[in-house]
């Protein structure tokens, strides 16, 4: 179905919105009248904290190859390995991406972004997905680092380092997230293909398994992962995400220095 239920914010404005996505075209249908998707200005649709989480896709992990049992981990993680992404990083559908002086070029990192919609604490597998309100994109950007046993603050909790959008998908418009496809494009090239089927924790395990020890409120967003392989992309590129039943998300990479009057995001 190409028609869904959607939950959009604008920029400028602060109240939440209804819409209907039509996903095929890119366009939105909102109090009647229609729109492509690149004719408003759009902010990101959530509210809370966003937690990333590490190695949830099999290739990921798999990717570590034997460093995985060394220090200090010495095996794989017994539980989701989980960093935040602050709100200084979150940015809406079309708003530039700071490329810093520091940097050449960013890794992008193609999530579902699992929005919440009730308090979650110590809720079972079963029914996880009850206490979900929808779903939506997010590009989990960072500087390409080599550590991972430290938070990487530094190369992921930059301004703008998280776009999210255009809009959140309700939750019972999406029969399986664990089984969506997950594409990225760099200047129309498509660099990067996975499916949220290759997940080590399943969207309702991942859940499950963070409230197992720390409350999630309505609002927050649980990034499933990132699959292995992340593209990287320079100045000037322009970086769509794809994720079959929830939509597309796009951005451009522009110099920090070059945001004009010095914007803050």
Not at 123 to 152: C, K, M, W
Request: net charge negative; with cysteine.
């Amino acid at each position: 179905m190409s028609k869904v239920k959607v939950r959009v914010k604008f920029r400028g404005i602060l109240q939440e919105r209804e819409a209907v996505a039509n996903l095929d075209e890119n366009r939105i249908e909102l109090q009647g009248r229609h729109y492509r998707v690149d004719q408003l200005m759009w902010d990101a649709p959530i509210s809370g904290a966003v937690y990333g989480t590490l190695f949830n896709y099999k290739g990921s992990l798999a990717a570590l190859g034997e460093t995985v049992y060394e220090a200090p981990y010495h095996g794989e993680p017994k539980a989701p390995v989980l960093y935040i992404k602050p709100r200084n990083t979150v940015i809406g559908y079309g708003m530039p991406i700071p490329l810093p002086a520091d940097a050449r070029e960013l890794e992008i990192g193609a999530a579902l972004g699992v929005v919440m919609g009730r308090t979650a604490t110590r809720v079972s597998e079963e029914q996880a997905l009850e206490f979900v309100a929808g779903y939506t994109i997010v590009n989990d950007v960072s500087i390409p680092h080599q550590s991972f046993y430290r938070p990487a603050i530094k190369q992921k909790a930059r301004d703008g380092f998280c776009p999210v959008g255009p809009w959140i998908v309700e939750q019972d418009e999406v029969p399986d997230p664990d089984a969506l496809g997950v594409r990225v494009w760099i200047n129309g090239e498509l660099r990067q293909e996975n499916t949220t089927a290759n997940l080590i924790r399943s969207v309702s395990r991942l859940i499950a398994d963070v409230t197992d020890f720390m409350t999630l409120y309505a609002g927050d967003t649980l990034l499933v992962g990132v699959p292995e392989g992340a593209p990287v992309a320079k100045a000037g590129d322009h970086v769509r995400i794809g994720i079959d039943g929830i939509g597309s998300l796009e951005n451009t990479i522009i110099y920090e220095d070059e945001l004009a009057g010095g914007q803050r995001l």
